[in-house]
């Protein structure tokens, strides 16, 4: 497993933007999948975004598509979550998963086995 830690979550009125950052120990990060999955309270984790190992792969959840662009700058070990235009609907906890390799489900959280603490982004109206 790899120890991951995000950050960059807060409070912000609809219409701004945040980037989210996700740090990753180790020294084969270039190799992991990494992908961003948000939790509402009582609901179920939920896929944003995902990248390959290079980078050159991305997938966005529909709901996401042209606000939310997912990057990662492998020299330090980190992915980001630039998001735009945020809606109040995008309110949760914001949570980078990983794994090695792509995993063909990447959209579900049973895919990855490394897991952040989360960050809470709140939209207000």
């Known amino acids: 497993q790899v120890r991951m830690v995000e950050s960059g979550g807060g409070l912000v009125q609809a219409g701004d933007s945040l980037r989210l950052s996700c740090t990753a120990s180790?020294?084969?990060?270039?190799?992991?999948?990494v992908a961003w999955f948000r939790q509402a309270p009582g609901k179920e984790r939920e896929f944003r975004a995902a990248?390959?190992?290079?980078?050159?792969?991305?997938y966005y959840a529909d709901s996401v598509k042209g606000r939310f662009t997912i990057s990662r700058d492998n020299a330090k070990n980190t992915v980001y979550l630039q998001m735009n235009t945020l809606k109040p609907e995008d309110t949760a906890v914001y949570y980078c998963?990983?794994?090695?390799?792509?995993?063909?489900?990447?959209?579900?959280?049973?895919?990855?086995?490394?897991w952040g603490q989360g960050t809470q982004v709140t939209v207000s109206s």
């Open positions: 180790g020294r084969t990060f270039s190799s992991l999948a």
């Open positions: 990248v390959s190992g290079s980078g050159v792969r991305t």
């Open positions: 998963a990983a794994r090695h390799d792509w995993p063909g489900n990447y959209y579900t959280p049973r895919a990855y086995d490394s």
